[in-house]
């Protein structure tokens, strides 16, 4: 720790061998004034700034913020000593279609690198690439809005009304406001492939076969590490945790974590999705296979003709659909039957899902692709015919909206939107939870909120709070600073 008058700083590193962490954090004291820069040694990193009444009150929070990176593994360190290592990226193969017709794309968005995650919803189309930037698009594919996120997008999910997209930076961002949020901050040896979120529950596959389970408040309930490596697949609901890896598929008791079922599965699982009685598994062997929820028994495969990279159903498994390592998609039966094979024309589908007649890629050449799914444009395809796609530009003055490290300031309730709720935050055991002050609500829940932007004694404005099954609140909307 160096001192310079009244300011001090506090510099750390988190080094991992074998490709693991190389990050900093750094914790800067002035006065009232705490700065905390952190991300990737040799970067510039992200900046928070928090203000606090008293300099006892702002040493204190320093200290807190230095002893959680210490028992998490970082180390004091000097900066600029150790180099910077470059950033590796899982690779994903691609190769020209072997279909003999092209699919019938509407529209195609390209974001600009490797695209994996996508939602859709009634509104929008959202879409989020390696180099951090998450758009959202109409279904006519005009862009709405731009994320800018400080690391690669692995993956989108939806939980209900809440979005999140789990990044390279280990953290987890709730895009759900006008700002997004860091929401969950996973252990620093996780290196996420994908992740689900059910009831504000965070549930992270990663690269060495584990099944990291976070709750809503950022903290650690369990973990299994399953049969097999490179998990790609987590999938989750009431009943149960749904795991892919290498070796098959395995479902844990969402409660502790107790294994309920495992089926071996024709080849690695790299892709996976859910209905509700359920699983849709995509291996490396060139099939989907759908397993029952309650038993694991396979009941169904769906024969592809290339390495399946991503996998959806329409509502309740009428039809499903595949995407190979050689840029082409699939349509089946729900029996197993294939319907169809078409070119997707903009590499291979890393993820997809299906609504309304429509089948959204995100490809590996980072493009969000609309086809329209339909029969009859389907049967047009296959007879060679098929739309003039369109390429969607992106607007140049459209704004990239940031992390936020702080958030607006209202002086009363009345400034804030009519049914705004006060919560406070609150030293508890020796942690600061977040309670709701405002009447008609049950003060003994916590509020899952920025840990962020969270500061003792605090009191805020949010938008609407929504009960979680846990036993918690969610908050919707925006969040502003009562002062």
Same mark, same amino acid.
């Given at each position: 720790m160096s001192t310079a008058? %009244? &300011?001090?700083?506090?510099?750390?590193?988190?080094?991992? !061998?074998?490709?693991?962490?190389? /990050?900093?954090?750094?914790?800067? *004291?002035?006065g009232l004034v705490v700065t905390v820069r952190y991300g990737r040694i040799g970067a510039a990193g992200q900046t928070q700034t928090t203000t606090f009444p008293t300099a006892d009150k702002a040493r204190a929070a320093a200290a807190k913020k230095v002893g959680e990176k210490a028992r998490k593994g970082y180390a004091p360190a000097v900066q600029g000593q150790r180099a910077p290592r470059a950033v590796t990226r899982r690779q994903v193969a691609s190769a020209p279609s072997t279909a003999r017709a092209a699919a019938p794309v509407l529209w195609r968005f390209r974001t600009g690198s490797s695209a994996f995650g996508i939602h859709v919803d009634d509104d929008r189309c959202w879409v989020g690439n390696q180099a951090g930037d998450v758009y959202t698009l109409d279904h006519e594919g005009a862009v709405l809005a731009r994320f800018g996120l400080p690391d690669g997008v692995k993956c989108l999910v939806a939980d209900d009304f809440w979005i999140y997209a789990g990044c390279d930076d280990g953290k987890v961002y709730d895009l759900s406001s006008k700002l997004p949020f860091a929401a969950y901050d996973i252990a620093a040896d996780v290196d996420i492939f994908w992740l689900d979120i059910h009831e504000g529950v965070l549930n992270v596959s990663d690269r060495a076969g584990r099944l990291t389970v976070i709750d809503h408040?950022? !903290?650690?309930? #369990? =973990? $299994?590490?399953?049969?097999?490596?490179?998990? #790609?697949? &987590?999938?989750?609901?009431d009943r149960a945790v749904y795991h892919g890896h290498h070796r098959g598929v395995t479902a844990y008791a969402p409660d502790g974590g107790g294994e309920l #079922?495992?089926?071996?599965?024709?080849?690695? &699982?790299?892709?996976? #999705?859910?209905?509700?009685? %359920?699983?849709?598994?995509?291996?490396?062997?060139? *099939? *989907?296979?759908?397993? =029952? /929820?309650?038993?694991? $028994?396979?009941?169904?495969?769906?024969?592809?003709?290339?390495?399946?990279? +991503?996998?959806?159903?329409?509502?309740?498994g009428r039809f499903v659909f595949a995407g190979d390592a050689v840029s082409s998609v699939y349509c089946f039966d729900q029996d197993g039957t294939r319907l169809w094979k078409l070119g997707t024309g903009s590499g =291979?589908?890393? +993820?997809?899902?299906?609504?309304?007649?429509?089948?959204?890629?995100?490809?590996?050449?980072?493009?969000? &692709?609309?086809?329209?799914?339909?029969?009859a444009a389907i049967s047009a395809a296959q007879q060679g015919t098929v739309p003039v796609a369109r390429d969607v530009k992106l607007a140049a003055a459209l704004p990239t909206y940031q992390p936020a490290t702080a958030v607006a300031a209202v002086s009363t309730v009345d400034r804030a939107p009519v049914g705004s709720v006060v919560v406070e935050c609150v030293q508890q055991g020796g942690r600061m939870r977040v309670h709701v002050v405002s009447e008609g609500y049950d003060t003994s829940w916590n509020v899952q909120f920025p840990r962020a932007i969270r500061e003792p004694g605090a009191r805020y404005v949010v938008d609407a709070l929504h009960p979680a099954a846990g036993g918690f609140y969610r908050v919707r909307g925006d969040i502003r600073r009562l002062l």
């Open positions: 008058s %009244a &300011v001090s700083t506090t510099y750390l590193e988190l080094s991992q !061998e074998g490709g693991g962490a190389h /990050k900093f954090y750094e914790v800067t *004291v002035d408040e950022d !903290e650690h309930q #369990w =973990s $299994r590490r399953s049969q097999g490596e490179h998990a #790609w697949m &987590v999938r989750a609901d #079922w495992h089926t071996a599965t024709r080849g690695s &699982v790299l892709f996976g #999705w859910q209905e509700d009685d %359920a699983v849709y598994a995509g291996t490396g062997h060139h *099939v *989907v296979q759908r397993l =029952s /929820k309650a038993t694991g $028994r396979i009941e169904a495969t769906y024969a592809c003709d290339g390495a399946v990279y +991503s996998c959806a159903t329409s509502p309740g =291979s589908a890393l +993820s997809m899902q299906y609504r309304d007649e429509r089948l959204y890629l995100v490809t590996t050449d980072g493009s969000l &692709v609309c086809v329209d799914a339909s029969e």
